[in-house]
């Protein structure tokens, strides 16, 4: 059984970083791409950053690109976000997902990913 779990929300003021991180297990971590999306209330999940198995392709949302870096340690099983400059409107419940498709890619569509964590908050205060 897959299970991705998210760590490191929380609350930040404006400008401040923060390092999301998201555990994996049950399915080899290195033969999958991951991604993060986010998700408020009322709105559809969008999606944020996607890396591919070896962390060489990466693929950003335009509204983070320059402020967030998306990486992964495939000895770890872990895939990471790191926010940085962050804005109030970046609050949101962020979700890590595993891809189903070639590893080689970094996927940005919703219908790509197949496993979801249960997303930690993220609160940046104005």
């Known amino acids: 059984q897959v299970q991705l779990v998210e760590t490191g929300g929380g609350l930040v003021q404006a400008g401040g970083s923060l390092r999301l991180s998201c555990a994996a297990s049950?399915?080899?971590?290195?033969?999958?791409?991951m991604g993060w999306f986010r998700q408020t209330p009322g709105k559809e999940r969008e999606f944020v950053a996607g890396?591919?198995?070896?962390?060489?392709?990466?693929a950003y949302a335009d509204s983070v690109r320059s402020r967030f870096t998306i990486s992964r340690d495939n000895a770890k099983n872990t895939v990471y976000l790191q926010m940085n400059s962050l804005k109030p409107e970046d609050t949101a419940v962020y979700y890590c997902?595993?891809?189903?498709?070639?590893?080689?890619?970094?996927?940005?569509?919703?219908?790509?990913?197949?496993?979801w964590g249960q997303g930690t908050q993220v609160t940046v205060s104005s």
């Open positions: 890396i591919n198995w070896t962390g060489g392709t990466t």
């Open positions: 997902a595993s891809a189903y498709g070639s590893r080689w890619q970094a996927f940005s569509r919703r219908a790509d990913y197949d496993y």
């Open positions: 049950g399915r080899t971590f290195s033969s999958y791409a």
